[in-house]
Structures are given as structure tokens and as C-alpha cells.
């Protein structure tokens, strides 16, 4: 087999990344020589490859710092309004390549450290992910910062910096075994330890209301300790912040007056304050109501809006005042994006301050904070919604559920004014649920305290608007809105892919990094015989490159003429990854039954975490392993299919997965997968899709045409149906269809797990009996759909022709769009593409 290029090799013939000036060459040598040294000189006398890491990462770093302090200079001297993006999760992966290309270094690093004998591709497998986000949402909100940056925008993140993120998944003999991510272990030379901003958060107490308003005393404090990032605009000189908090524990904790004793036990006990920062819960699209995660939920809410109104107070704004004191401009200068209900506490917290502390009157400090916040919904799935028992809220946050029994009260009031002894409407729409224990309904918080409501696809938002918020939107339609995701093109396409980017680049220009829609230009090369022959040689070269990748991790021999069939993501029910399995199995099936025909080879690769807790899901894990044991062992089918679970999904593989994919399973029921965004990297990347009309598949289909997506399965409209008449029966499908009775008597006999024959009842049973997710519904659908695949599969010139108007389909599914759209729509302010003057030059 023909060893792949190295991107290193590539980029020597690639115009995307730049070309590399000897001086800065030189530049860089120096500067990587000198950071190296320094490590040395303190420790040791032989370089290891991480010391080469960290050298680069300090010299590139040295390159970020004078452009970050120039656009935060610029922004103190401009006052632009401040966008404030606030999440519990930043998936933020690698960013050393990201920073080199969002810079214009990546072509001289590679030569400089080329001179040096190193191999740049090695010193980036070195960094460690900074996985602090369970999926989709939290790499969302990487995006957007990249965006947010490269639009120009005046935007920080604000977060948790846990010191654990998303834990490693290993696989043994077949199971997901969980160890933790240890991430900070040998530093992290990308952020920045900020304690003259360290700020007190308060817990737990009471709340005494005298003459001058409602105080809320007794607290215990912990401190909460910014660590700021540097997030870099690409090629624009913008480089933003992204400010995570970490628990402190004051150096009185616990050594008050009544705990004179016990010294060693009073500083053993800080572990207890810090404890708020220390791991991520794992649970995607689960809400588990512990009160650690209500904890850091009003932590990082505490500590950001404490620096939001320190920073609106001390800026400037063409007036000669020190200070601002009014809060009547407050709504024009901060707008503040609730990424879920996560950080839904940003309401009564604001109104707290306003209140309790500005001494504003209610309607006027209502008013600025309704203006203020906006609101992001992720999911519709109930099991999803935010529900804090009001007992656990009484305890450690005992004024701010007295604030949001003021603002049910009077947004009740509003509506019973409106529907006068509709009481039922009430119930469905009021802040509390009552029942035992009494709840909080923090969507519903959301909704009635923020200007803008918006869903993540259009279908998605229809959704919204027509279930979960009715009742809102019949009162207020003009709060509701859709505002489609996307990703950034940089990481998922020149970052992940700069073979692609560069074949796009000789035909368009490079302009479609900065404006997705260019991609359009393509459909004018759709008969061009030399492109369909450079993009088809590009995703062969990818697929080499991760093969050989998959040979070094898990010992498999990778048939390259193989559909390489992909579905990464988190395990989930709704995602349907058993519907993959029942495909798998039938394939397999038919192999068997006619081993001499000429069926065409699929590598299925199939990868994501399940959370620790949700046992369904590893259950299915183990399903797939089992497949893999069985079908990647049987002689009869050769390498015509193998099966292969791609252990610790995260970002860094996902940069290797994509650029090698051909065939991207998106195929939750039709309703529940509020968006997706690995939808949008795959089609963005050369492959295919096959999916349900969910998410944003449904946009994908409208801006490729439908006829370039492998489409199936039940509309929204026949679920709905289906629900509504209670008309699902999963064993009608398996009594119908035979191929189906077949997979099905395979699993629940044990044919998978011949050593414990029952090992898979759980699933079998669920499947049968209580199957939300209606999978049997879709497989005729799907298992036709496949066919289809490999119909056009056969014929790789007409694939490669689909595959180009997928690419150049692409466009609206950059993230540069979707902050566009916010910006304008919901935060009211204009992207600019002023660039902002490098720190080499001086200021006007």
C-alpha cells in the first residue's frame, strides 16, 4: 500500500495556507529555540517531544498576545456593545493548528520547524483536547467564538474551567470503560490565569427584607478565579476572550469563629468550595438534577455578571464620567446568549442586582434584563428540560427562588388578564409545577425573562413554536425565531481537510473561507472531468491516510474500495445507532446467503460516548463490539464488510473521520434531533448523506436538492400520527418482514454473544415492547435507501458529481452565517470587517 503524503508534504504544494517568507522562517526558529531552551535550562538536559510542543505552542502563543491586548484596547477605546456568550460547555478540542491558521503561521511554523528536523504533525498530536463539552452543544459554542471573532464582533465566552472534561472512553472486551480526562496534567500554555479579577459567588444563607430592600445574609463564599484564552478572527488581528472560572476557596473557609478546632480538617475542607470546578457531567440531552451541577450552574452565572456590570461601569463612552451609575443604557451595551437553560439563573441573578444591590424598581430592572438576555433552545425531548426541585433552591439559593415566585406572579397575573379563568393554561404555563417535589421549570424561566427564543433549525423552531412553547407563542410570537447552526469553516475544512481546501481554492479563490456561499462557484465545474477527478482523489487520499491511522490503532486490514460508512456521534436512543445494527446484520445476512455475488465492500465505522449512567446506551456499545467480533471474524465475508468501533470519539478524531468519510448516517426519528452539526462537516467534506428529514437535514436537503441526499423514512407529520394513534407496533413490522425476523431471532438467541445468550434482552425487549424511537417503522425505508447507495456507489464518477453539489450546497451551514443572523436579528449589532492594525503597526 502507498504510504500517504503527509499534510506536511501537501502543504508544500498548497496556496491555501500562504507562503512561508525566510525571514519569518528565521523569526520563528529563534523565538522556538529560545522557549526550548528556557524549559531546558529549568529541568533537564534532553528534549523530549512534549518540550517541542510546548516551545512551539509558547512562540506562537507569543504571536497572539500583542494582537489580544491591541483588540481589547480598541474595544475599551470603541465601547461597542458586548455580546456575552454564556455556556456550561466549551468544546474547544486542539488549538495550537487552529491558532497557526487563524494567524497565517501554519506555512512558516511547518517550514521552521522542517529546518529544525521535527515533524509538525507529531509536535500537534502532543496536545491534549480541551474536552470540555459533552457534544453538539458545547462544540457549537466553539464555533460561534470563532465566528464571533472573525466577524469582528466585541463577544466573550464565559464558562467552567472543570478540571476534568468529558472522560476517555476506553473499550474493553466490548464495554465502555470510563477513566478521567486529566487534561491540565503538564499545563495548558493557552490560558492565562487572571486573580486580580477574582470575584466572591455566594450559596446557601437567608434572606431578611428591611426598609432598604431584601438582604441575603449568612452566606458561605467561594471565589471564583478567571483563567482567560485567547480566541483569534481569522486573518482579521481580532483576538477575543474566552474567561473560564474556576472554584477558589477563601483562606477563611471553614475557620470562622466555630470551628476554632479542627484546623487540619477546616483546610482539608476547602476541597469541598473547589469541588464546583472540577468535572463536567457527562450527560448529553439528560437532565439529572443533582446539586453540584445547580452549583456550577449559578457559579459561573455569579462570577460572569459580576465582570459584565464591572465592565460596563468602568468603560468609557464618549462621555468624561469615571464611572457609568445609570442603568437605562445597560440592554444597549451588553447582550448576554443563554446557551440551554444551563445558565438560566443569568434572570433572577441580573434581577437580583438590579434590585437587591442598584436599588432599581422592579419594572424598570424587569425591563432592562428581558433586553438584555436571549435564549437558545437545544432539545425538545422532556427528559431533557431543566426541572430543579424549588426544596434544593430554597436551600442554597434562597433569594433567587423569592424572585422567580415575583416574576411568576406577575408574568400569571399577565396571562390571566388575558384568558380569564383559563386555568388550565395557568398550569401549563406558569414558572412551578406543582406536584411533589415542587419544580422550577427553567425553559418556561427562559422564555418569559428573554427578548429572543430561538430553536437551531427551521424545523426545529417550527417545533417550538407549535409544542413545547405554544402557549408563549400564541401570546408573543414576535420573541420567537429560527436561527439554523453551523461550523466553522476554518477548523472543518482548511484545518481537517487542506487537500479538499486547496482543489477548491485552484478553481474559486480563497474567499469561501471567509464567505461559504462561494461555494456555489463549484456547480460551474459539475461536467469539469480533471475536478470530479481531483475531489475524487482527495477523499481516496483521506481515506489512505485514516486507514493507515486505523491499521496503527486497531491491527484491521481496511479494504480502500470499501464504502467507508460513518455514524460518530453521543450514543443515544433517539439517534437510532441500533437502526445502523439492524442494517449491519442484514447486510451480513445477505453475504452469507449469496456469498458469489458481487456485493459492493462497506467499512462501517461507528463511534461516540454514552454517558456513565444511561445503561441502554452502553448496552448498545456492546451490541455493536459484539457485531464487530462476529462479522470482522467470519471467513465467508472476507473484506467485503467490516465493522469497527471508533474508541474516545472527540474533536481531534473527528478531524480525521471527516475528511474520510463517504457516507454520514443522520438518522434519529424524524422530530428529535433538534439540528445536528456533524451533518454539516460531512457534507462539507465530500461525503454523502443518508438520513431522515430531521434536524438540519431537512436544509441540507433544500440547498443540495433532495435528490443528492439519501433520504428516507417517516415525516414528522407520520410520527405525530403515529403518536396520536397510539399506532405503533413493533411486532407487526418483525411478523412482515422476514429479513427483520431474522436479525432480531439472531440478537435475542444469542448469535452475537454465543457465551451469554441473553445479553441482549434488554434491547430486544425495548425494541419490541417500548420503543419510543420507532426504529422497525424505518427500516424497510432504510435498508432500500442503502441499496441505493450502493447502486450509485458503483458508478464513482456520478457519486463524485453528487458529492460536488454537496460541497458546493454547503454554504449556509457556516457558522459565520448563523452569528451573522444573531448578531443582526437578536443582539443588534453589525459583523465588521475592519481589520484591526497588527501590533507591529503603529495606532492611528
Known amino acids: ?171 474493553s472486551s466490548g464495554w465502555q470503560v470510563e477513566e478521567a480526562d486529566d487534561w491540565l496534567r503538564y499545563g495548558n500554555p493557552w490560558e492565562k490565569a487572571r486573580p486580580e479579577f477574582m470575584l466572591p459567588v455566594h450559596f446557601y444563607g437567608r434572606v431578611e427584607h428591611t426598609a432598604q430592600g431584601a438582604k441575603w445574609l449568612d452566606t458561605q463564599i467561594v471565589l471564583a478565579m478567571p483563567y482567560d484564552t485567547p480566541v483569534p478572527g481569522y486573518k482579521n488581528n481580532t483576538v477575543n476572550t474566552m474567561r473560564l472560572w474556576s472554584a477558589k476557596a477563601p483562606n477563611d473557609f471553614n475557620l470562622q469563629e466555630f470551628n476554632v478546632g479542627d484546623y487540619i480538617q477546616a483546610v482539608l475542607d ?23 451541577r445547580l452549583k456550577q450552574e449559578y457559579f459561573v452565572v455569579a462570577a460572569t455578571l459580576q465582570d459584565i456590570i464591572r465592565r460596563f461601569k468602568s468603560s468609557k463612552f464618549g462621555c468624561r464620567d469615571p464611572v457609568r451609575t445609570s442603568f437605562e443604557t445597560f440592554s444597549e451595551k451588553v447582550a448576554i446568549q443563554l446557551n440551554d437553560t444551563h445558565p438560566a439563573l443569568a434572570i433572577p441573578e441580573l434581577m437580583r442586582i438590579l434590585v437587591d444591590v442598584e436599588k432599581l424598581i422592579w419594572e424598570k430592572a424587569w425591563d432592562v434584563t428581558v433586553q438584555t438576555c436571549a435564549y437558545t433552545n437545544h432539545t425538545v425531548l422532556p427528559e431533557a428540560l431543566e426541572r430543579w426541585s424549588v426544596h434544593m433552591f430554597e436551600k442554597l439559593l434562597p433569594r433567587h427562588l423569592e424572585i422567580i415566585y415575583e416574576i411568576n406572579r406577575r408574568h400569571l397575573d399577565r396571562i390571566s388578564a388575558m384568558y380569564p379563568g383559563d386555568w388550565d393554561r395557568l ?18 424561566l427562559c422564555v418569559v425573562g428573554s427578548h429572543a427564543v430561538n430553536g437551531v433549525a427551521r424545523i426545529h423552531s417550527e417545533i417550538v413554536k407549535n409544542t413545547v412553547f405554544k402557549d408563549f407563542y400564541d401570546i408573543e410570537p414576535e420573541k420567537f425565531q429560527n436561527k439554523t447552526n453551523g461550523i466553522t469553516p476554518r477548523r ?63 491491527k484491521v486490514k481496511i479494504n480502500l474500495d470499501s464504502i467507508f460508512d460513518i455514524q460518530v ?21 445477505r453475504i452469507k446467503k449469496d456469498p458469489n455475488k458481487q456485493h459492493v465492500p462497506r467499512t462501517v465505522m461507528i463511534g461516540g460516548k454514552a454517558a456513565p449512567g444511561y445503561h441502554m446506551a452502553k448496552m448498545i456499545i456492546k451490541l455493536i463490539t459484539s457485531i464487530a467480533d462476529i462479522v470482522n471474524n467470519d471467513p465467508v465475508v472476507g473484506d467485503r464488510l467490516k465493522v469497527i468501533y471508533l474508541e474516545n470519539y472527540r474533536v481531534s478524531l473527528a478531524e480525521k473521520v471527516v475528511p474520510a468519510a463517504d457516507l454520514s448516517e443522520q438518522i434519529s426519528t424524524a422530530g428529535t434531533e433538534a439540528s445536528g452539526t456533524g451533518n454539516m462537516k460531512f457534507m462539507l467534506n465530500g461525503a454523502l448523506t443518508i438520513g431522515t428529514m430531521d434536524g438540519a437535514n431537512v436544509e441540507m436537503a ?10 428516507f423514512g417517516m415525516r414528522v407529520e407520520d410520527v405525530e400520527t403515529m403518536d396520536k394513534t397510539g399506532s405503533y407496533n413493533a411486532r407487526e413490522y418483525y411478523d412482515r418482514i422476514p429479513e427483520l425476523k431474522r436479525v432480531m431471532d439472531q440478537i435475542s438467541s444469542g448469535y452475537f454473544s454465543p457465551k451469554q445468550p441473553d445479553l441482549f434482552k ?83
Open 569 to 589: 456521534k453521543r450514543i443515544h436512543e433517539y439517534k437510532r445507532q441500533l437502526l445502523n445494527c439492524l442494517h449491519i446484520i442484514t447486510f451480513y445476512n
Open 1 to 171: 500500500m502507498a504510504t500517504p503524503l503527509t499534510d506536511s508534504e501537501r502543504r508544500k504544494q498548497i496556496s491555501v495556507r500562504g507562503i512561508a517568507g525566510l525571514g519569518d522562517v528565521a523569526e520563528i526558529k529563534k523565538s522556538f529555540n529560545r522557549h526550548l531552551h528556557f524549559t531546558l535550562v529549568k529541568d533537564r538536559n534532553v528534549a523530549t517531544p512534549r518540550d517541542y510542543y510546548f516551545a512551539l505552542a509558547h512562540t506562537v502563543r507569543d504571536h497572539l498576545v500583542g494582537r489580544w491586548i491591541r483588540t481589547q484596547q480598541y474595544y475599551y477605546e470603541k465601547d461597542p456593545k458586548r455580546i456575552h456568550y454564556l455556556s456550561l460547555e466549551f468544546y474547544m478540542g486542539r488549538t495550537l493548528q487552529n491558532t497557526m491558521i487563524n494567524l497565517g503561521l501554519q506555512n512558516t511554523c511547518d517550514e521552521a520547524i522542517y529546518q529544525l528536523g521535527l515533524d509538525l504533525e507529531e509536535l500537534e498530536d502532543i496536545e491534549e483536547d480541551a474536552g470540555l463539552g459533552n457534544g453538539g452543544l458545547g462544540r457549537l459554542a466553539a464555533c460561534f467564538l470563532d465566528s464571533m471573532a472573525s466577524l469582528g464582533l466585541a463577544a466573550y465566552g464565559y464558562g467552567i474551567r472543570y478540571e476534568f472534561g468529558i472522560f476517555n472512553q476506553k473499550i
Open 702 to 711: 433544500e440547498e443540495a436538492g433532495e435528490e443528492n441526499l439519501f433520504i
Open 270 to 292: 476547602r476541597n469541598l468550595a473547589e469541588n464546583i470546578s472540577r468535572v463536567l457531567y457527562p450527560n448529553d440531552n439528560f437532565f439529572e438534577g443533582k446539586e453540584l
Open 492 to 554: 472543518w475544512l482548511l484545518l481537517c481537510n487542506p487537500g479538499l481546501a486547496d482543489v477548491i481554492a485552484e478553481k474559486i479563490g480563497e474567499e469561501f473561507l471567509t464567505d461559504l456561499y462561494q461555494l456555489k462557484k463549484l456547480l460551474n465545474f459539475i461536467d469539469d472531468d480533471a475536478f470530479i477527478r481531483d475531489v475524487a482523489k482527495v477523499k481516496q487520499e483521506n481515506k489512505l491516510k485514516f486507514s493507515a491511522y486505523l491499521e496503527g490503532e486497531y
Open 427 to 444: 398550569k401549563r404555563m406558569s414558572l412551578i409545577e406543582e406536584g411533589d417535589p415542587k419544580r422550577i421549570n427553567m425553559a418556561h
Open 762 to 844: 434488554d434491547i430486544v425487549n425495548m425494541l419490541m415492547n417500548h420503543d419510543r424511537f420507532k426504529v422497525f417503522a424505518d427500516y424497510e425505508a432504510y435498508i432500500s435507501s442503502q441499496e441505493k447507495v450502493n447502486d450509485l456507489y458503483k458508478n464513482p464518477k456520478e457519486w463524485t458529481k453528487k458529492v460536488i453539489k454537496n460541497i458546493a450546497g454547503s454554504g449556509k451551514f457556516s457558522s459565520d452565517r448563523t452569528i451573522a443572523e444573531y448578531a443582526r436579528e437578536i443582539w443588534g449589532v453589525e459583523p465588521s470587517d475592519v481589520k484591526i492594525p497588527p501590533p507591529n503597526e503603529p495606532r492611528e
